[in-house]
């Protein structure tokens, strides 16, 4: 009986024992924390976060890791974590970066954000990764938006955005929608200036996602703005002309084409960047409509021409139909005004700038068509009913026709057309056909005597 009482209280002992000793190998969050400041920290909380410790005391080896700005490790360490303990760490660690976050010190929100981009890359459940995703929209949402590079820890804008995807589009649109605000704001044109280049590279970071939804909200946004601004549209307005696909521009872009304000020195930049570039690359097909319109019914002058030569890019030899069937049968029409900006190039007659421009469209036909000209289109011209058709027909046939032609134009000598209201300085269709000959034959002298000198030179 005394035995068997001493034997139970001796394994009693014993247990008690254990207890104390497993208990007191057993860590604790706030033994994590002693290894804070200690050089070996980083390997030390790898260890916790792996050992045979609790979820509470690994959350806490993986936080002291985000503080440190070492939450990119997290992602190697997690990996060698069960599925369930890696769920139940991330499931706390989401609490805490939430703090941080929202914490007033901007270095530990900076910290989460970073914390929040490389936990959602380290395998967490979809529903966890949405929250994750969440907090990241919520740093970048408001003025974190426009922290420089150097402050912005690990994780920058684009790194963000590629990681939420379209969940980050509101932000965007919040940010571009703010910067229009402020850029108009602006006291003085360096400022305006600033801003706007500050808006610009928020366009290409944004460029640099490669989101199809992208398009389409920086289309809108332009769409939206251009109505509230309307006329005064700076060169910033170009940008989504420059390879924006969305649809929703086409109507803009008409609308800048054929405004009648000639004298628009930002308007006729960005008419340039339509005419040049977004109808000859990205829109093509509407470039065709658009430009045919512009030589049909552009009072500037200027852009007619323009939009002759981005014909001959889009169709090749169609474009000859649609120059000359567009092109209006009056003088009037297509005189360059004497307050176009342009008319400084023609300083004592700027009604001069028609048969400028009908020579250099003349002479591009060449090179755009591979000079493979069909001249014949412009011989059917020639005996057509409209007084500009037979004008440019003449012209163009000048430069790529033969003596054939040479002798149907030098026919026309008693032609008694009026001319007078082309400002030529002919009075009449005979008399610009005889000029237009004389001018011909010393062109094409000039052509056989260059050549005879290269042949010499070669030989």
């Not at 009037?332 to 008319?343: G, I, W, Y």
């Not at 002798?407 to 009026?418: F, G, K, P």
Request: net charge negative; proline share 4%; charged share 25%.
């Amino acid at each position: 009986m005394f035995r068997a009482r001493v034997g139970s209280l001796l394994w009693c002992l014993l247990l008690s024992c254990l207890v104390l000793a497993v208990t007191a190998c057993e860590k604790t969050p706030e033994d994590v924390r002693k290894w804070e400041k200690d050089k070996r920290a980083p390997q030390k909380m790898k260890e916790f976060i792996l050992g045979e410790t609790s979820t509470e005391v690994k959350v806490e080896a993986a936080t002291i890791l985000i503080e440190k700005g070492l939450s990119s490790n997290l992602i190697a360490i997690f990996k060698e974590l069960s599925g369930e303990q890696r769920a139940l760490v991330v499931e706390q660690l989401i609490t805490r970066i939430d703090e941080m976050i929202k914490s007033e010190k901007f270095g530990l929100a900076v910290r989460g954000k970073d914390a929040a981009y490389y936990l959602a890359n380290a395998n967490p459940s979809d529903e966890q990764k949405e929250r994750l995703h969440g907090q990241l929209v919520t740093w970048v949402d408001g003025d974190n938006f426009w922290c420089p590079l150097e402050k912005v820890g690990d994780v920058d804008q684009l790194k963000l955005f590629q990681e939420v995807g379209v969940k980050g589009l509101p932000a965007i649109e919040k940010a571009l929608n703010s910067t229009f605000d402020e850029m108009y704001k602006s006291e003085n044109a360096a400022t305006f200036e600033k801003r706007s280049e500050g808006l610009l590279a928020t366009l290409n970071m944004i460029e640099d996602l490669n989101l199809p939804e992208t398009e389409e909200l920086v289309a809108k946004i332009f769409v939206e703005r251009a109505e509230k601004a309307w006329p005064k549209l700076d060169e910033i307005y170009a940008y989504p002309f420059l390879g924006n696909k969305s649809l929703s521009l086409l109507p803009l872009a008409e609308r800048i084409l054929l405004d009648p304000d000639y004298k628009n020195d930002k308007l006729n930049a960005i008419r340039d960047v339509l005419i040049n570039t977004y109808y000859r690359t990205t829109q093509r097909q509407s470039g065709v409509q658009a430009c045919t319109k512009v030589v049909r019914e552009d009072r500037s002058g200027s852009l007619r021409w323009m939009c002759a030569q981005t014909l001959l890019e889009l169709t090749k030899e169609a474009a000859i139909e649609h120059v000359f069937m567009a092109i209006p049968d009056d003088p009037v029409a297509l005189q360059l005004p004497a307050d176009h900006p342009n008319a400084s190039a023609f300083p004592t007659k700027p009604e001069a700038n028609f048969w400028f421009e009908a020579g250099s469209f003349c002479r591009a036909v060449g090179p755009m068509l591979a000079y493979k000209v069909p001249v014949e289109k412009f011989r059917s011209y020639l005996t057509g009913t409209r007084t500009v058709e037979r004008l440019l027909a003449m012209e163009c046939l000048s430069y790529h026709g033969t003596e054939a032609d040479l002798e149907s134009i030098n026919a026309l000598a008693t032609e008694t057309t009026d001319l007078s209201a082309w400002n030529a300085e002919q009075k009449t269709m005979g008399e610009y056909a005889t000029a237009l000959a004389a001018v011909w034959a010393e062109r094409h002298a000039d052509i056989a005597a260059t050549r005879n000198a290269l042949a010499g030179q070669t030989q």
